[in-house]
């Protein structure tokens, strides 16, 4: 399993736009590489996944360089809404059923 | 709706007394996990299932069971709970094992006293 590490917590304003940068050195062929977004007393919600370059989608883009040890969330234009823990996962798109969470990174948008 | 469902929501117990969560999916999805979320430790992954009659360990599974005998549901059984099993429990699944894209129940808030 890869492990993951990101930054313990962000701080930022409404209108912004945020970058949360992963890393996961030990990141295997097979694996790729997903972003969850939890609210406080909520269940995570998936955002986006990604194996290699750029992906958008209407919450947010990843992008991943060519060399996968590592990847940035970004949100474009954060509003107070965004504030929530974002988690960043490697999963193992085979048989590996134990998923690592870790700490996540607590982003604060403030007014 | 599609949905995981965790029953109950809120448990208040004691030390020792026999209990289980409930969770079910209405998805027909293969792989199903349980968490538990702890202050500053994140989300931990207790047990998971890649099919029905398929458990295995995730990263603390010590103090709890499992098990898989319908595809829909996956219980969490505390045979003897203790305080520091206090935490908030997560139940969740995906199409398959490997699917980057989990769906998560609402949660169970467990105290044990």
């Known amino acids: 399993l890869a492990k993951t590490t990101q930054p313990i917590s962000m701080d930022s304003y409404e209108g912004q736009e945020v970058n949360i940068t992963c890393s996961h050195n030990?990141?295997?062929?097979?694996?790729?590489i997903t972003w969850y977004q939890q609210f406080p007393s909520q269940g995570p919600r998936f955002i986006i996944q990604g194996y290699k370059t750029k992906v958008t989608n209407e919450v947010a883009s990843l992008f991943i360089p060519a060399d996968r040890k590592s990847s940035t969330l970004s949100l474009p234009r954060v509003s107070l809404s965004d504030t929530a823990v974002y988690y960043c996962l490697v999963i193992d798109g085979g048989s590996q059923g134990n998923l690592i969470f870790g700490k996540g990174t607590k982003l604060s948008v403030k007014p | 709706e599609a949905q995981v469902t965790q029953n109950p929501r809120y448990l208040i117990t004691v030390t020792g007394k026999k209990l289980t969560v409930t969770c079910s999916q209405n998805m027909n999805h293969e792989y199903m996990s349980w968490y538990r979320q702890d202050p500053g430790l994140g989300l931990r992954q207790i047990y998971y299932?890649?099919?029905?009659?398929?458990?295995d360990k995730g990263d603390v599974p010590e103090g709890y069971k499992v098990s898989r005998k319908e595809k829909r549901n996956f219980p969490l059984i505390l045979e003897s709970p203790s305080p520091n099993q206090t935490s908030l429990y997560f139940c969740a699944s995906s199409f398959r094992t490997g699917s980057y894209e989990q769906y998560f129940g609402p949660g169970t808030r467990l105290t044990v006293t």
């Open positions: 299932s890649m099919n029905v009659e398929v458990t």
């Open positions: 030990n990141i295997a062929t097979n694996d790729y």
